[in-house]
């Protein structure tokens, strides 16, 4: 799904974000565009499957200004995933391992770079070695 958005602040935005993952979106991103007159907007996009689409519609239509949304019909192909555990000097992280590659799951990351106060990418050096390893 698809819709123009002027006139609505970030704060509501990301807010709108958090609501359309928590109900179901499989992805929500903003672009930065320019509608007519020349007017500074994003175009919010939220892939989803078309079950959720109904509620997700809904949540769009409450928490922003748009007063459309256009639907595109798509189809995706993933590579297979299984999530995993890396052993680091800092503590476990939760890594997903794709197609070969081992990717740092961002909030493990962060809640243990807090932990042990040391920076985000200290964390994720130590997974990209520790993965390595093995």
Request: net charge neutral; proline share 1%; charged share 30%.
């Amino acid at each position: 799904m698809e819709s123009d958005v002027d006139d609505c602040s970030g704060e509501i935005l990301g807010y709108t974000m958090e609501r359309l993952l928590a109900a179901g979106a499989l992805d929500v991103h903003y672009t930065a565009i320019y509608m007519k007159k020349n007017r500074p907007a994003w175009e919010l996009t939220v892939l989803c499957h078309a079950k959720n689409r109904e509620e997700l519609e809904k949540i769009i239509f409450a928490e922003t200004t748009t007063i459309g949304i256009r639907r595109t019909l798509m189809q995706r192909d993933m590579l297979p995933r299984e999530r995993g555990l890396v052993q680091t000097e800092y503590g476990e992280v939760k890594v997903k391992l794709c197609g070969g590659k081992c990717y740092v799951e961002y909030d493990s990351a962060a809640e243990i770079a807090r932990k042990n106060g040391v920076s985000l990418q200290k964390v994720y050096d130590s997974v990209n070695f520790s993965a390595k390893k093995h």
